[in-house]
């Protein structure tokens, strides 16, 4: 199957400072990156739909001044969270696509686990 | 929003014996999926049924889909110890702004005793 790599696995901040999380497709064209979010004991809700060369997409709820995401290649999507607080912890993966595999299983990266003190 | 509903939401059982887990959702599908998450670490792919395929085998699963009743079945024979892990189905629906997204399931916590 395809490879996405998805960095860093774990990540501690600050309350207040900023967090960027890598999300890459090693061998295939991702023409759109899916990110999701997981609390603790609860199931994965996406957050924000992104397609290369354009603005993502977000899900009602999420704040886009707070959840950057910039997808500005076909291999690359970065998700930033910014100005982070302890409510902000939680699992955050990935998943990339194109048009061609959106019938096909999902190619997830291994999740970012950020917490925020 | 979430829309897929599985139960039951915890499910303890002993090796040996079978688990099976339930998906209901809401909407029209191109595909279902059915994923692995062990305690805090990511996503593993188990198996993918389309919708126009009723049933499918993999190794020790078999999953169903039956689109008429918006809902599919994880079956997993012989459970073993390490399949300890909580189970989601994801639902794929190829059309209007939705294009590709997966929408996932409560998911099952399913224990299984040595």
């Known amino acids: 199957g395809a490879v996405v790599s998805q960095h860093p696995s774990w990540v501690i901040c600050k309350s207040g400072t900023s967090v960027k999380i890598e999300c890459r497709s090693l061998d295939f064209q991702a023409t759109t990156m899916f990110w999701y979010r997981q609390f603790p004991k609860q199931s994965l809700m996406l957050m924000a739909t992104?397609?290369?060369?354009?603005?993502?997409?977000?899900e009602q709820g999420v704040e886009k001044d707070k959840f950057l995401i910039n997808h500005a290649s076909l291999t690359l999507s970065t998700l930033t969270v910014t100005s982070a607080h302890p409510e902000d912890s939680s699992f955050y993966i990935c998943?990339?696509?194109?048009?061609?595999?959106?019938?096909?299983?999902?190619?997830f990266g291994q999740g970012t686990r950020l917490t925020v003190v | 929003s979430q829309q897929g509903e599985e139960d039951p939401q915890a499910l303890s059982i002993q090796e040996g014996e079978n688990a099976t887990m339930n998906c209901s959702y809401k909407?029209?599908?191109?595909?279902l999926q059915w994923y692995r998450q062990n305690s805090g670490r990511g996503l593993v792919h188990l198996i993918l049924?389309?919708?126009?395929?009723r049933e499918k085998h993999s190794g020790r699963l078999r999953v169903t889909l039956d689109t008429s009743k918006k809902s599919s079945s994880l079956l997993i024979t012989a459970s073993r110890a390490a399949d300890t892990a909580s189970y989601f189905c994801?639902?794929?629906?190829?059309?209007?702004?939705?294009?590709?997204?997966?929408?996932f399931g409560q998911g099952t916590i399913l224990t299984v005793h040595p």
């Open positions: 992104s397609n290369e060369g354009s603005k993502a997409t977000y």
């Open positions: 049924i389309r919708s126009n395929e």
């Open positions: 994801a639902t794929v629906y190829l059309g209007g702004t939705s294009y590709g997204k997966l929408t």
């Open positions: 998943s990339a696509g194109n048009p061609g595999r959106m019938n096909t299983e999902a190619f």
């Open positions: 909407t029209s599908i191109n595909n």
